[in-house]
């Protein structure tokens, strides 16, 4: 009789909870993209004690909640805008909680195109196209469509094989990037005797690449002299597209001179005496 009695009493509080489920807030929004700053959330519910907050991949939003008797209106209005993109509202009242998978947007703004450039140094030697991908985001870091339903626009471009340090600008979206000269095309050498010093002054030069760019400042180039068995190395630089080189007359005249850069050599040139 005592277990008959425990089981009708388990019974009649089972049903006594089950009387007090709080029904679900009647969501009545048409879509559930957002938009931030206007769009309101509507809900049919006739509860009145509710909390509610958003939480995107990356914040979480307190939004303002204005309530009649039936309608609960939910409004978001962050200050700085959100990353947009999926997001959940959940309604709270006391122990029972409602959670709403929603789409926030922001209110169309501007954008910025990014660039980005591979490689960053091109030489007049090698292929004179970058690998272009350009971006556009806004000024909450929400990517943006560069054109019509595209997001990222990758393409080559083809440089002039011109030197120098291209910097980006202020107004333009363009990465800085630098073209350095190819290998010297040739290497002319001639020189000049000074009898009352008793120097003689070797020259290198012009020294440029085959789209008559100026070879690096600081580019090694070596000069080989020769006489009968005897043979001798001076290493130089480069400097604004020409190697120069003075030695005594005695341990020049009578020798073959040949310079070379790279794998690149001059035509031999006999340095002759008086």
């Given at each position: 009789m005592i277990r008959v009695i425990l089981y009708l009493f388990t019974g009649l509080l089972a049903i006594g909870c089950g009387e007090n489920t709080m029904e679900k807030p009647i969501w009545l929004n048409p879509k559930s993209t957002l938009l931030v700053n206007q769009d309101t959330l509507v809900f049919e519910t006739k509860v009145q004690d509710w909390k509610a907050s958003i939480s995107t991949a990356v914040q979480v939003i307190y939004p303002e909640l204005l309530q009649t008797e039936e309608k609960l209106l939910v409004i978001i209005h962050p200050e700085k805008?959100?990353?947009?993109?999926?997001?959940?509202?959940?309604?709270?009242?006391?122990?029972?909680?409602?959670?709403?998978?929603?789409?926030?947007?922001?209110?169309?703004?501007?954008?910025?195109?990014?660039?980005?450039?591979?490689?960053?140094?091109?030489?007049?030697?090698?292929s004179m196209v970058q690998q272009q991908i350009l971006y556009s985001y806004d000024s909450f870091g929400n990517l943006t469509q560069v054109e019509q339903d595209v997001y990222f626009v990758?393409?080559?471009?083809?440089?002039?094989?011109?030197?120098?340090?291209?910097?980006?600008?202020?107004?333009?979206?363009?990465?800085?990037?630098?073209?350095?000269?190819?290998?010297?095309?040739?290497?002319?050498?001639?020189?000049?005797?000074?009898?009352?010093?008793?120097?003689?002054?070797?020259?290198?030069?012009?020294?440029?690449?085959?789209?008559?760019?100026?070879?690096?400042?600081?580019?090694?180039?070596?000069?080989?002299?020769?006489?009968?068995?005897?043979?001798?190395?001076i290493e130089a630089v480069v400097l604004d597209a020409f190697a120069v080189l003075t030695l005594p007359l005695d341990e020049a005249e009578g020798r073959t001179l040949v310079a070379q850069i790279a794998q690149i050599y001059s035509q031999p040139l006999t340095l002759e005496k008086q």
């Open positions: 805008g959100v990353i947009e993109g999926s997001a959940f509202l959940t309604l709270e009242s006391g122990t029972y909680q409602f959670v709403y998978p929603i789409t926030l947007k922001n209110q169309k703004g501007k954008s910025q195109i990014a660039d980005l450039r591979s490689p960053k140094t091109l030489t007049a030697d090698s990758e393409r080559n471009v083809e440089m002039l094989p011109k030197t120098g340090t291209f910097k980006s600008e202020a107004a333009s979206p363009r990465s800085s990037f630098y073209v350095d000269a190819g290998t010297v095309k040739e290497i002319p050498i001639s020189y000049s005797k000074d009898s009352y010093n008793q120097r003689i002054t070797i020259k290198a030069g012009p020294l440029v690449d085959r789209f008559e760019n100026k070879i690096a400042n600081g580019t090694q180039i070596l000069f080989y002299f020769q006489k009968e068995k005897q043979h001798k190395k």
